[in-house]
């Protein structure tokens, strides 16, 4: 066959390499690009039998397209190994040509992939956990100075196809090399299903992706990888990504966005990051009011005190932003600016008895920042300190109570009130009550909903009345909606109510009696605290 023929078969097969064998499957031709440089195909492979040329396994395979070859037919690719030598392998996709002018001699067109990489069996590797992959995170993003940082997501394509008996050592494999392209070999995360995650330095994210090829095409399994990467250093505040990462990384997970989880997570990183700077830029222009919703003795329907509610502009409701805020450690300057509108609210003319509760989440009780700046926001008040409550949420957990408690004892000896909010939701609120020192409890207004109707939250509700009484901690119902709610509240016990029965939140605290009396009482009237 001419010399033009075959250069033209090679460039019709786009191949790099073009290699003609005899019927006994010796090389007699080859021409083209070399898998590494100083390495001619033409001097080095004439006369060796092709299958000299691959790794074992790869071999079998090869043997097997050549066998079931029929003539004037092409193979399918295959993605082999070649072997450089001294354990160096690269990989290259092979396409076998029967054309009939050539018979008995067949064509073999080669495309070389990846980069040569050092074949190592796989040792047993341990792949980070989740909150492992955000502490490593930490460490890298406090010690990079100006390396860059990338978090490459991996999704792991075809295993689905892959034989049982085949899985633990293709996942072996899969690690192994993960690990291998991560920072120190030791940066790879298994997320869930076939997602994975590793912290590169390289931004380019195809070493990673070869990483994949190489596993696939030495175990003679079609399985692909999806790669992207995200820049995590790229001129933004390292202790802000990391909690918004965090947060990305949760948000991919819990909703189960896994199929292209870099698409997922980089908007959802992206957008934390501008909800983070819209929240700062908010919480330092005062940017939201407090609405106020009165808080009343149920046996004399006199206002108690109120409750000071964030209304955030742009937002249904505050619930969804706090949470947002406790994620990622901005909720203590939140909740010190509430508490400062409400003082500025008591502080106000004809408001001089007026008693406020205020939220505090528990995650602004995980250091002494919000304790400190709340004494230092009424250190030249005593009775602002003697007329301002605060309610400790539990939508963010207190990781250390010990020092939550000591936290507490200082604000209440300087003459703060504490209840517990939402009291029999969390999973912890008794163990609050055990450790924290207080001076109430608010009932979730579920349990006081469902009083009316179930005997057993009646039940939970006047054991905790009977409880709280044996503390001497005052006791609060939420979502009081109704007289009739009102009136079992007062049957079990409860001291005080809340609820739309008695006043939805407004702009102002409406200081006169907010609904007719369960029971006898004064109308009129602002009770003191004690």
């Known amino acids: 066959m001419a010399l033009k023929r075959r250069l033209l078969g090679l460039a019709f097969a786009s191949a790099d390499t073009l290699v003609e064998i005899d019927g006994g499957g010796r090389i007699v031709l080859a021409m083209g690009a070399a898998p590494c440089a ?22 079998e395979r090869l043997e097997a397209a050549l066998t079931d070859l029929t003539p004037g037919a092409r193979s399918e690719p295959l993605d082999l190994m070649y072997d450089l030598g001294r354990g160096t392998f690269r990989r290259v996709r092979l396409r076998l040509f029967s054309l009939p002018e050539l ?10 992939l990846g980069q040569p990489f050092a074949l190592e069996a796989p ?9 492992d992959l955000l ?17 490459a997501f991996v999704d792991v394509t075809g295993l689905e196809n892959v034989e049982p008996d085949r899985m633990d050592g293709l996942k072996a494999h899969l690690h192994h090399a993960l690990q291998s392209v991560s920072i120190d070999g030791a940066s790879a995360s298994h997320l869930a299903g076939n997602a994975y995650a590793l912290l590169r330095r390289d931004g380019d994210a195809s070493a990673v992706e070869d990483a994949i090829h190489n596993v696939a095409a030495l175990e003679g399994i079609d399985v692909g990888a999806d790669v992207r990467q995200v820049n995590l250093t790229n001129g933004r505040d390292r202790h802000a990504t990391l909690r918004a990462m ?10 189960g966005a896994l199929d292209a989880p870099d698409v997922t997570f980089h908007k959802t990183l992206d957008r934390t990051l501008v909800q983070m700077d819209s929240f700062r830029a908010m919480v330092k222009a005062r940017d939201f009011s407090l609405h106020y919703q009165p808080i009343v003795d149920l046996r004399t329907g006199a206002v108690h005190h109120f409750e000071a509610l964030a209304r955030i502009p742009g937002s249904d409701g505050p619930e ?10 901005l909720i203590d300057s939140f909740d010190l600016v509430v508490a400062e509108k409400a003082i500025r609210q008591m502080k106000s003319p004809g408001y001089g008895l007026t008693h406020i509760a205020v939220n505090v989440s528990a995650g602004s009780l995980d250091s002494d920042a919000y304790g400190e700046a709340l004494l230092r926001l009424s250190a030249n008040d005593p009775d602002i300190r003697r007329r301002l409550s605060l309610e400790i949420t539990e939508t963010a957990s207190i990781a250390d109570l010990e020092g939550a408690q000591k936290r507490l004892a200082r604000i209440r000896k300087a003459g703060f009130r504490v209840y517990l909010d939402d009291f029999g939701v969390g999973a912890s609120c008794f163990d609050y009550l055990n450790h924290l020192t207080v001076d109430g409890v608010k009932i979730d207004g579920g349990f006081v909903m469902r009083a009316c109707e179930d005997v057993k939250s009646r039940t939970l509700i006047r054991h905790l009345v009977d409880m709280c009484a044996g503390l001497k901690l005052k006791t609060v119902a939420e979502r009081v909606e109704t007289g009739q709610v009102a009136e ?3 049957g079990l016990g409860v001291d005080l109510g809340q609820g739309w029965f008695y006043g939805k939140p407004e702009p102002q605290p409406r200081l006169e009696a907010p609904a007719p009396p369960v029971a006898a009482r004064r109308r009129g009237a602002v009770e003191s605290w004690g």
């Open 38 to 59: 100083g390495h001619s195909p033409e001097a080095t492979w004439t006369g060796r039998s092709l299958t000299d040329l691959f790794e074992a396994r790869s071999i």
């Open 103 to 112: 018979a008995p001699h067949l064509s073999c067109a080669l495309t070389w």
């Open 123 to 131: 040792q047993p590797t341990e792949m980070l956990s989740r909150d």
């Open 135 to 151: 502490r490593q995170t930490s460490g890298l993003l406090a010690a990079s100075g100006s390396d860059a940082i990338n978090l």
């Open 246 to 255: 965090r947060h990305a990384l949760e948000v991919c997970i819990t909703n």
């Open 320 to 329: 969804s932003t706090i949470r947002l805020a406790e994620t990622l450690a």
């Open 488 to 490: 079992l509240m007062v």
